[in-house]
């Protein structure tokens, strides 16, 4: 299963682009995570924040690989346990779908991202910087295969 994640935001601080590598390096061929980075709309003074979100939209729906399952991360998603997203993990593989992973810029997701999913995650109830989620996503999923596995990795 490839697991694309797409996430609003490029030029990240090198501790962000480290994090995220160190465990998405460790992930099998049958669990491949592959970070694609889309720009971030216009911000700044008197700039449009309905446009600048609706820009990252349209580009977060245009590199959705037809066919893939598509989960948004956000806030009002379900929380797992690594356990449970170990199971889903598992359903996901099973299911012979790709996945798609959609994480937002500093303002969140569109509105149509969220619409087109067919499931939300919710990584925590706390807002978390988006280049973060970008290493708590990698790990969690890293950590969910270990689970699927038996490595000891989660103990």
Same mark, same amino acid.
């Given at each position: 299963?490839?697991?694309?994640?797409?996430?609003?935001?490029?030029?990240?601080?090198?501790?962000?682009?480290?994090?995220?590598? @160190?465990?998405?390096?460790?992930?099998?061929?049958?669990?491949?995570? =592959?970070?694609? =980075?889309?720009?971030?709309?216009?911000?700044?003074?008197?700039?449009?924040?309905?446009?600048?979100?609706?820009? =990252?939209?349209?580009?977060?729906?245009?590199?959705?690989?037809?066919?893939?399952?598509?989960?948004?991360?956000?806030?009002?998603?379900?929380?797992?346990?690594? =356990?449970?997203?170990?199971?889903?993990? @598992? @359903?996901?593989?099973?299911?012979?779908?790709?996945?798609?992973?959609?994480?937002?810029?500093?303002?969140?997701?569109?509105?149509?991202?969220?619409?087109?999913?067919?499931?939300?995650?919710?990584?925590?109830?706390?807002?978390?910087?988006?280049?973060?989620?970008?290493?708590?996503?990698? @790990?969690?999923?890293?950590?969910?295969?270990?689970?699927?596995?038996?490595?000891?990795?989660?103990?």
């Amino acid at each position: 299963m490839r697991i694309r994640l797409l996430a609003v935001g490029t030029k990240m601080p090198a501790w962000v682009t480290s994090g995220y590598q @160190e465990y998405a390096k460790r992930l099998s061929q049958d669990f491949q995570l =592959e970070l694609v =980075e889309l720009a971030v709309g216009h911000r700044g003074k008197g700039a449009d924040m309905a446009r600048a979100i609706r820009s =990252e939209g349209d580009a977060m729906l245009a590199a959705i690989p037809k066919g893939d399952k598509v989960i948004a991360l956000c806030v009002d998603g379900k929380n797992w346990s690594t =356990e449970r997203l170990a199971q889903q993990a @598992e @359903e996901w593989r099973m299911d012979g779908h790709n996945l798609t992973l959609l994480v937002g810029g500093p303002d969140g997701l569109d509105p149509r991202c969220v619409a087109v999913a067919d499931q939300r995650w919710s990584l925590s109830a706390l807002t978390l910087p988006h280049p973060l989620v970008r290493i708590v996503l990698a @790990e969690q999923l890293y950590r969910a295969w270990t689970l699927l596995q038996g490595h000891p990795y989660h103990k």
